[in-house]
């Protein structure tokens, strides 16, 4: 099989019309995107992604957990589908390139394939994960957790929305928006994985480099902390007689600093999201949550640090109740040495240079591991910066990323 003339045929001028079209789908200022899972603007995005797959031969279907799927048929009608794909959700002030990058470099091979006439012995797919940010409906990948067996979607179905919209309804309004689609079950067993990504860190850029060969993942945990207490009157209730929620959350927090502080800067603790009620400046407020995203490549760590989040936050607050509901815990996870092989022989190959390096971020993949050997393909952004509308990588970089992955995609699907 000749991995060089499919990955030749990748154009990185259409690959970079296309992310440019789907960055218009939801479009902020400052370059970014907010496009959030299952709402209309997902839906119209989806749907120009189908466009392009059927143009260039694929045949499209979706599962239950409206993951989309793009397949272009092998030889061998018997044979597992080697995967690749990414999700193409955004954060809601986010960039054009986290997540939709790895659907359209999939797309990408597809397209370099058929132009190429390039048929392999397996079939390759390209999968758009549904709900990997976690923005919208909480926890992240929600698409890769379940169709991997590793979650039900059912215990997803009360999670709500900022607009109080149930997972449950938004997932099957969307499948019946998309009924004319064909069904297919939720689960497969591919022959590998492979999602390429924007790095999201400095490093690639940092040490000149063009391709990161990523090793693993680090592991992450989500909670939201609740803190219940008491309104009254801002103007004349004494403070000894409040049970006041926001000052209880903020010896909460500096509670946590100080069981997250780390000399050598390995861990990571995040509180991105807090909510207030009543939320008005002259009323003691009844009830604070925010939330923590703790993450750590060693285990031993996630777990003991994590664990301790409940008592930490219990011992430090005066007056409030505590409620705190973790909804999201993976450990850290190496990649399968055979596809961390396969794409680093893939770019010694195209002739680019490469590093391997961890990743910070999660991913799909991440759970994708869990039922096939599994592997990722970094490439440089601007200052490492995402989750961010300035998020940037050069056409160059996209293109030579693309023809790594279609170079690794055709040796795995030979
Ligand atoms: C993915 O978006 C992450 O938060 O790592
Ligand atoms: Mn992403
Ligand atoms: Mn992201």
Redesign the pocket.
């Known amino acids: 099989m000749a991995q060089g003339e499919a990955s030749a045929a990748v154009s990185e001028a259409r690959q970079w019309g296309r992310l440019m079209e789907m960055a218009s789908f939801g479009a902020i200022p400052g370059d970014g995107v907010n496009r959030a899972c299952l709402t209309p603007l997902d839906r119209a995005a989806r749907r120009r992604l189908i466009g392009w797959a059927q143009a260039a031969g694929a045949s499209i279907s979706i599962d239950d957990a409206a993951n989309l799927w793009l397949r272009r048929d092998g030889t061998d009608p018997t044979a597992a589908p080697v995967l690749t794909g ?2 193409m959700d955004t954060q809601p002030n986010g960039g054009r390139f ?2 939709m990058y ?1 659907v359209i470099a999939g797309l990408e091979a597809l397209s370099a394939l058929a132009d190429a006439g390039t048929v392999c012995r397996r079939p390759i797919e390209v999968v758009a994960w549904t709900n ?2 976690g923005g919208r409906f909480a926890p992240g990948c929600m698409g890769s957790m379940s169709w991997a067996g590793l979650h039900p979607l059912s215990a997803w179905a009360d999670v709500t929305d900022p607009d109080g919209v149930r997972f449950a309804g938004a997932l099957a309004e969307h499948l019946a928006d998309e009924a004319d689609l064909p069904r297919r079950p939720l689960g497969s067993k591919p022959h590998a994985y492979v999602e390429a ?1 924007i790095e ?1 860190g400095p490093r690639l850029e940092a040490e000149g480099v063009d391709i990161g060969v990523v090793t693993g993942i680090q592991g992450s945990r989500w909670f939201t902390v609740t803190l219940s207490g008491e309104t009254a009157h801002a103007g004349t209730t004494p403070l000894a007689l409040r049970r006041d929620a926001v000052q209880d959350m903020v010896r909460a927090i500096g509670a946590l600093n100080a069981l997250m502080h780390d000399p050598k800067d390995v861990l990571r603790f995040t509180v991105g999201r807090i909510l207030v009620e009543p939320n008005t400046s002259n009323s003691v407020p009844s009830k604070a949550s925010f939330t923590v995203d703790f993450r750590h490549p060693d285990p031993a760590v996630l777990l003991a640090r994590g664990d301790a989040i409940p008592g930490v936050v219990q011992a430090a607050v005066r007056d409030a109740g505590v409620a705190v509901h973790e909804n999201f815990h993976v450990l850290p996870l190496q990649f399968d040495p055979a596809v961390v092989g396969a794409v680093e022989a893939a770019a010694a190959a195209e002739g680019v240079s490469a590093l391997r390096l961890p990743s910070g ?1 999660f ?1 799909d993949a991440q759970f994708v591991a869990a039922v096939c050997p599994t592997g990722m393909i970094f490439v440089p952004c601007r200052n490492g910066v995402s989750h961010n509308p300035a998020e940037y990588a050069t056409p160059a970089h996209l293109a030579a990323g693309t023809r790594v992955l279609t170079h690794t995609l055709v040796e795995l699907a030979t």
């Open positions: 990414s999700h986290d997540g790895g990997e940010e990504h999201q971020a991913h």
